[in-house]
């Protein structure tokens, strides 16, 4: 290890906002990514026009927040700098809506690297190709931006034809207030095989998974539903906001000694060689193009393995026992701002 980091971090007062100066940008979509970046954006000064389908259910929210709304090829007919933030599935097709009107010197961007790493959208030499990616779910980038803080992010450039396509994209991250907490530099290659392979191993499948079977180990032995989803669903965020604000060490220090010394001897007979080996084969499907393979497969198939898969995790006893639970208890929502209420528990 080295005293060094490799990569180059960036902050505001390292960014020329001017390289937004007389640009419009076309956010296409109004999802999680999509309402956070038009919103901030537009209350950062840059001119912003959303795109969206002539019958989404996003275009009367984004009226109401007094966005322009325009469809897809529309927006990207006006604007200078295209952010495709509809899902990665729905990108190719949305993208042969636009691509007629990318001009000359045009950016076109994204936040997560999929598409253009696993080549399913080609885009024309004459345009810059860039990605501003949020190391963050949209809600908190809309919420972090409206506090005044910041939520990190990721910058890279893919094809740079004006000479000017990290510059702008700078700008970009700062609009959305990624630049004040810091814009890391990567290429789209690490950023879509490090985010997939993220979510997939730790960040939503290792986590489910491990909640999930920690549950049902309790409950199978016969300890009670409540007690279990305690400890192995509620706790869980308590632990990590510690890990979030100081690493693994914030959070040992705060446990019990009792915790500490069963947690560092029995963590890794769970996470034994065998979970390391899976981990090795995931990351493998995601740098060998299996598991971006088998995605498209599985939306083209118009996605029988992810209906099924998604039921059940719906019907798993610990959603109905969380639900419940969570009714009964008065920090459902403590210190979340009205919105960011409404939409958990819309949700
Ligand atoms: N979710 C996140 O926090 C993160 C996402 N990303 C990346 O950001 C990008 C956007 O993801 P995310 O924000 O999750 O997307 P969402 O699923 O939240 O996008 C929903 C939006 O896309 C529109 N949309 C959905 N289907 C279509 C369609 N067939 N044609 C046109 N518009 C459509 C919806 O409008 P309608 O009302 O018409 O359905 C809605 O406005 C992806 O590349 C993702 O990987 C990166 C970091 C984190
Ligand atoms: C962790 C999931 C994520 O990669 C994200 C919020 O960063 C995503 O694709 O939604
Ligand atoms: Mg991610
Ligand atoms: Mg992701």
């Given amino acids: 290890m080295t005293d060094e980091f490799t990569t180059e971090i960036h902050y505001e007062e390292d960014v020329d906002e001017s390289h937004l100066a007389n640009s419009t940008v076309a956010v296409l979509g109004y999802g999680s990514q999509g309402h956070a970046h038009a919103l901030n954006l537009h209350e950062s000064g840059v001119d912003v026009i959303v795109g969206l389908r002539e019958n989404s259910s996003s275009r009367e929210p984004a009226r109401a927040e007094g966005l322009e709304v325009a469809t897809a090829a529309e927006a990207a007919k006006q604007a200078d700098i295209v952010s495709v933030l509809v899902p990665d599935t729905v990108q ?87 630049a004040r907490a810091g814009v890391v530099e990567t290429t789209f290659r690490e950023e879509t095989e490090t985010d997939l392979f993220g979510e997939q191993a730790v960040l939503c499948g290792g986590i489910a998974e491990l909640i999930k079977v920690g549950y049902e180990t309790l409950v199978d032995a016969g300890y009670s539903e409540e007690m279990a989803y305690f400890e192995c669903m509620n706790e869980m965020k308590l632990i990590v906001d510690l890990m979030y604000e100081g690493g693994l ?14 947690g560092l001897t029995r963590g890794d007979e769970i996470i034994d060689d065998n979970v390391r080996a899976n981990m090795d084969e995931v990351l493998e499907q995601v740098q060998n193009g ?36 969570r009714a009964l208890f008065a920090w459902e929502g403590e210190g979340e701002d009205e919105d960011e209420k409404t939409r958990v528990q819309a949700d």
């Avoid at 060490?249 to 069963?262: L, N, Q």
């Avoid at 299996?290 to 798993?316: C, G, I, M, S």
């Fill in 249 to 262: 060490g914030a959070m040992w220090d705060s446990v019990s000694d009792t915790a500490e010394y069963g």
């Fill in 290 to 325: 299996e598991f971006a393979t088998e995605w498209v497969a599985e939306n083209q198939a118009n996605r029988p393995v992810y209906t099924q898969l998604n039921q059940a995790e719906k019907d798993h006893e610990i959603e109905e026992v969380g639900e419940r639970l």
């Fill in 92 to 178: 190719p097709a949305v993208y042969e809506e636009i691509e007629p009107h990318l001009e000359e010197g045009d950016t076109l961007q994204f936040a997560h690297g999929f598409n253009i790493h696993y080549n399913q959208i080609r885009p024309p030499e004459h345009v810059d190709v860039t990605m501003i990616a949020p190391k963050s779910p949209g809600h908190l980038v809309r919420r972090n931006y409206e506090r005044g803080e910041g939520t990190p992010g990721l910058l890279a450039v893919y094809q740079d034809t004006t000479g000017d396509a990290k510059e702008r994209a700078l700008a970009y991250a700062k609009g959305i207030g990624c």
